[in-house]
């Protein structure tokens, strides 16, 4: 099984601040890679695939990189709706997710 | 509007059976894989299976945590997948999301439904 890696579990930061969120990955996932947003009692959001695909309707403050077994997230300029745990998961072989990353305000 | 919408959930003994569905709409669903994916009170999103719609291939793969012992199905008739969750564990308590595969076909989720809750309690 790939196991998924995220740091950090927790990350405190302000409005206007550049963050970036890493996921690592056990084996190789090539790019087979998505980052979700998800807030209490709402449905994950699919931000970014393909490692590095922004999906649409997605502000652009929010992009990936990466490939092989390293991946970040990176959200330019935290805007207030931005607070959120965020989630790795590859898709290259069946599905896994990261353990999520909380994003907080300080 | 892509919609999904799960139901089914409950409260149920260790066990027992259960089964969810996810009815969609707004989309041609026999095109589109379909994953269930479960969050536990306090813990993190985590995969339960996919199956990859009849364009990819059709097969159904599931966690290690529910091999043997949950089932994806689907009637795209219906536009209905479901889930059965049978020898249910006090582990299995989750919210269920039901969620649609990329139209390339890529597991990853970009539309979800809005969950339904599994107690499985004494």
């Known amino acids: 099984d790939i196991q998924m890696t995220q740091s950090p579990s927790t990350l405190s930061a302000s409005v206007g601040d550049r963050v970036t969120i890493t996921c690592r990955a056990s084996q190789n996932i090539n790019i087979w890679l998505a980052w979700y947003q998800h807030k209490p009692g709402k449905a994950p959001n699919l931000l970014i695939y393909r490692a590095s695909s922004l999906e649409s309707g997605v502000p652009s403050r929010f992009s990936g990189s990466g490939s092989g077994t390293e991946f970040t997230l990176t959200i330019s300029s935290l805007q207030p709706d931005d607070f959120a745990t965020y989630y790795c998961?590859?898709?290259?072989?069946?599905?896994?997710f990261g353990q999520g990353t909380k994003l907080e305000i300080k | 509007e892509v919609q999904l919408v799960e139901s089914g959930g409950g409260l149920v003994q260790p066990g027992r059976s259960l089964r969810l569905s996810c009815t969609g709409s707004g989309f041609t669903f026999g095109d589109y894989g379909l994953s269930w994916v479960r969050q536990a009170p306090g813990k993190g999103l985590e995969w339960v299976g996919f199956?990859?719609?009849?364009?990819?291939?059709?097969?159904?793969q599931y966690a290690a945590s529910v091999k043997g012992r949950f089932a994806i199905s689907r009637d795209d008739s219906k536009s209905i997948a479901y889930l059965q969750m049978n020898s249910l564990k006090p582990e299995d308590t989750a919210i269920y999301y039901c969620?649609?595969?990329?139209?390339?076909?890529?597991?990853?989720?970009?539309?979800w439904g809005q969950g339904t809750l599994v107690t499985v309690s004494a």
């Open positions: 969620s649609r595969h990329l139209s390339d076909g890529g597991s990853c989720y970009q539309n």
């Open positions: 998961q590859q898709y290259n072989t069946y599905s896994t």
């Open positions: 199956n990859r719609g009849k364009p990819y291939g059709g097969a159904t």
